[in-house]
C-alpha cells in the first residue's frame, strides 16, 4: 500500500491492511456493508442506539487509521456523544420499549407459596 509519499503514520495498521485485510478483501467488504448498514438502521430508528453508535465508532476509527477523513471525525464526535448520553440516547426511538418488552419476555408466572406448619 502506498500512500501520497510520506511513511505511513500507523505502521502497524498498515501491516494488517496489507496482510489481512487486502488479501481477504470479499470478506471485509461484506461485513463492512452489513455493519454500516445494521448501525445505521440502529441509529435510525433508535433500536440498541449505544451498541449501534459504538460499533459505529469503531468503523470510523478502522477508516481513520487507513488514512480517510472526509467526514470521519465530525461521526466519530457524535457516537461519543451518544455513547455518553447512554439511556437518554434512544428516549426518542425503539429503545423506549425495550426494557418493557424484557420485562414481559422475562416474567414467570407466580408460584403459589405453600408453608407447612409444625
Known sequence: MQGGGAAPAYPW???FLEHIAVPNADVFGFLVMWGEVLVG???IVGLFTTTAAF?????????LLAG???TNPVMLILAI??????GNAGSIGLDRF???LKEKIGRKPKEEH???VA
Open 55 to 63: 460499533f459505529g465508532g469503531t468503523m470510523n476509527m478502522a477508516f
Open 13 to 15: 495498521y498498515t501491516a
Open 98 to 100: 425495550v426494557p418493557t
Open 81 to 86: 456523544l451518544i455513547l455518553v448520553g447512554k
Open 114 to 116: 405453600t408453608s407447612k
Open 68 to 70: 480517510t477523513v472526509s
Open 41 to 43: 438502521v440502529g441509529l
